[in-house]
């Protein structure tokens, strides 16, 4: 069993910065694949970024390429997202999630944080 604590969130003006982290505990952290989802109020759950075991495969969705970035640190247990250029759009409750497999799907991902929001002004 998994645990995911995010933390970062906060409010920001567009094309502003915030990084996001997120600290498991209880499992092997190593082990799974990780990623960021966010959800804005009124949408469905969205893949925002994926990392494999040792972070030797990334994946993005293509409305942050360019601007997020995905990291892990395996000794600290600790999934990072370094968000640049942030844009109102980009608003939303961001998950931290744990998967046994590489995959931009929610249903793939056993383990959830309870999420940390991001609201971008214009």
């Known amino acids: 069993q998994v645990q995911l604590v995010e933390s970062g969130g906060g409010l920001v003006q567009a094309g502003g910065s915030l990084r996001l982290s997120c600290a498991a505990s209880?499992?092997?952290?190593?082990?799974?694949?990780m990623g960021w989802f966010r959800q804005a109020p009124g949408k469905e759950r969205a893949f925002v970024a994926g990392?494999?075991?040792?972070?030797?495969?990334?994946d993005y969705a293509d409305s942050v390429k360019g601007r997020f970035t995905i990291s892990r640190d395996n000794a600290k247990n600790t999934l990072y997202l370094q968000m640049n250029n942030l844009k109102p759009e980009d608003s939303a409750a961001y998950y931290c999630?744990?998967?046994?497999?590489?995959?931009?799907?929610?249903?793939?991902?056993?383990?959830w944080g309870q999420g940390t929001h991001v609201t971008v002004s214009s």
């Open positions: 999630a744990a998967s046994p497999v590489r995959s931009n799907l929610a249903r793939s991902y056993n383990y």
């Open positions: 209880g499992g092997t952290f190593s082990y799974y694949v």
């Open positions: 990392i494999t075991s040792y972070g030797g495969g990334i």
